[in-house]
């Protein structure tokens, strides 16, 4: 079984940064991809950005430019930079990995707020 443990969510001002990070543990024999889902209330949860383990990233393009995903494979945990927030960043931020056998897990969420 796989668990995944994020961190680094709150509440910041327009403009502002944060970085979350999402360590996974358990028996993982290889990952595939890790990634970043965010939910807002009442809309469908959307991607955010993934990271495979060669380094090749994807980001959706509302986070381009302003958010990094990075990953140390060695600790299996996945980062995401957050600059430039808005306030239509605001939701819950869900790390999401996926391992050798397609199995996919997701951590429990972790909430950002942008507000003035």
């Known amino acids: 079984q796989v668990q995944l443990v994020e961190s680094g969510g709150g509440l910041v001002q327009p403009g502002g940064s944060l970085r979350l990070s999402c360590a996974a543990s358990?028996?993982?024999?290889?990952?595939?991809?890790m990634g970043w889902y965010r939910q807002a209330p009442g809309k469908q949860r959307e991607l955010v950005a993934t990271?495979?383990?060669?380094?090749?990233?994807n980001y959706a393009n509302s986070v381009k430019d302003r958010f990094t995903i990075s990953r140390d494979n060695a600790k299996n945990t996945v980062y995401l930079q957050m600059n430039s927030l808005k306030p239509e960043d605001t939701a819950v931020y869900y790390c999401?990995?996926?391992?050798?056998?397609?199995?996919?897990?997701w951590g429990q969420g972790t909430q950002v707020t942008v507000s003035s």
């Open positions: 358990g028996t993982i024999f290889r990952i595939n991809h």
């Open positions: 999401t990995l996926q391992t050798w056998d397609y199995s996919d897990y």
């Open positions: 990271i495979v383990s060669s380094g090749r990233t």
